[in-house]
């Protein structure tokens, strides 16, 4: 079964406009990491954010974690076409060995 | 190119077929994982090895399903008796020594039984 719930579950905005999903997930966490995957491709790492970090940056994208909501963020500024892609949080439960995604937030980018 | 590559990269099979997948971690990350996703889902945790060692196995992992990582560096997945319910991509990730180091993914095996 999977932990996280991204929202929304796709996301058309025009190129120039910020980009904004959610990710909850239900068990506490050492740290969260939000993927992207292009159409019939492998997933890429953006960013890892640690269960005791509340918010985090890299380039064009910020993310923030609230671990006593039990959820993160992931905006992307200035969006380009580029950036057209499924998106997914990852947690990984204390305990566990393994990442648990969420069902993806589908953004699509519109020139 | 030193990412984690995955061999075939598509694979059309009759259902009954065996399959076999490979997986090439970077060097030296001790830990593979072996991930399912269908079409417009995330992700699902299918086994993960720490070297040679398969240490956790998920309930998604049936008995046709089976891995192995012989020497600690490649990886195979095996699927016996293939049913149309296994279409799916396989994905293969790396990491270095624990989970929170990040998880380097493979370009993925996408599987088709006919």
């Known amino acids: 079964s999977q932990q996280g719930e991204e929202d929304p579950q796709a996301l058309s905005i025009q190129e120039g406009e910020n980009a904004t999903m959610n990710c909850s997930y239900k068990?506490?966490?050492?740290?969260l990491q939000w993927y992207r995957q292009n159409s019939g491709r492998g997933l890429v790492h953006l960013i890892l954010?640690?269960?005791?970090?509340r918010e985090k940056h890299s380039g064009r994208l910020r993310v923030t974690l609230d671990t006593s909501k039990k959820s993160s963020s992931l905006l992307i500024t200035a969006s380009r076409a580029a950036d057209t892609a499924s998106y997914f949080c990852a947690t990984d439960a204390r305990g566990a060995q393994k990442l648990v995604f969420g069902q993806g937030t589908r953004l699509t980018i519109n020139p | 190119d030193t990412g984690v590559s995955q061999d075939p990269r598509h694979k059309i099979t009759k259902r009954g077929q065996n399959v076999t997948f490979r997986c090439d971690p970077i060097s030296e990350h001790n830990r593979l994982y072996w991930y399912r996703q269908t079409l417009g889902q995330g992700p699902e945790f299918l086994t993960y090895f720490q070297n040679e060692a398969q240490l956790e196995k998920s309930r998604l992992l049936s008995d046709r399903f089976s891995a192995e990582r012989p020497k600690g560096s490649f990886s195979t997945l095996e699927i016996q008796r293939t049913e149309q319910g296994d279409s799916a991509m396989y994905l293969c990730?790396?990491?270095?020594?624990?989970?929170?180091?990040?998880?380097?993914f493979g370009p993925g095996t996408r599987l088709t039984v006919l």
């Open positions: 954010i640690r269960s005791n970090e």
């Open positions: 068990t506490s966490i050492n740290n």
């Open positions: 990730a790396s990491s270095p020594s624990n989970l929170a180091d990040t998880q380097y």
